[in-house]
């Protein structure tokens, strides 16, 4: 079995994402969950970089697909399959060298996922997605930057 290590960075998002690529991380994941007002919202997405590569495109999509089915919910941007790009959140992801997303799985405004986010069993499917998404794209291991 391949050995990942993970790290978590801090700091202003450029200073994150500098630092995540001089130590040659090989993807670089922001957790997120929504909140509006609405709250019978329920969709999982993820949200990539305007200057995002295939690659990025393809965790985001793969990750956001994961939960919509691990949990139920509707996909959120369908013809994107379930990838939001550029807009709010960019400067969350633009100064990476490596493929990196934003995820944003389910809005904690919606009280029925904000007990799934609280829950153990939700927040062990929910890592268990990430934890899917990168062995499936970076199946040799390596350093998983969190921000």
């Given at each position: 079995?391949?050995?990942?290590?993970?790290?978590f960075?801090?700091?202003?998002?450029?200073?994150?994402?500098?630092?995540?690529?001089?130590?040659?991380?090989?993807?670089?994941i922001?957790?997120?969950?929504n909140?509006?007002?609405?709250?019978?919202?329920?969709y999982?997405?993820?949200?990539?970089?305007?200057?995002?590569?295939?690659?990025?495109?393809?965790?985001?999509s793969?990750?956001?697909?994961?939960?919509?089915?691990?949990?139920?919910?509707?996909?959120?941007?369908?013809?994107?399959?379930?990838?939001?790009?550029?807009?709010?959140?960019?400067?969350?992801?633009?100064?990476?060298?490596?493929?990196?997303?934003?995820?944003?799985?389910?809005?904690?405004s919606?009280?029925?996922?904000?007990?799934?986010?609280?829950?153990?069993?939700?927040?062990?499917k929910?890592a268990?997605?990430?934890?899917?998404?990168?062995?499936?794209?970076?199946?040799?291991?390596?350093?998983?930057?969190?921000?």
């Amino acid at each position: 079995m391949s050995k990942y290590t993970v790290k978590f960075y801090s700091g202003n998002y450029p200073v994150r994402q500098k630092a995540a690529n001089a130590d040659k991380a090989i993807c670089y994941i922001e957790q997120h969950f929504n909140s509006v007002t609405n709250k019978s919202a329920d969709y999982a997405h993820a949200k990539i970089g305007s200057n995002a590569g295939r690659i990025s495109r393809a965790m985001a999509s793969t990750y956001a697909n994961l939960i919509a089915k691990t949990f139920n919910v509707p996909l959120g941007f369908k013809a994107t399959g379930g990838v939001d790009s550029g807009g709010r959140g960019d400067s969350n992801l633009i100064y990476t060298n490596m493929p990196a997303i934003l995820l944003e799985p389910l809005f904690i405004s919606n009280p029925v996922q904000a007990e799934i986010v609280k829950s153990v069993d939700g927040q062990n499917k929910l890592a268990n997605a990430i934890v899917e998404t990168v062995r499936h794209f970076f199946p040799n291991g390596g350093l998983v930057a969190f921000s």
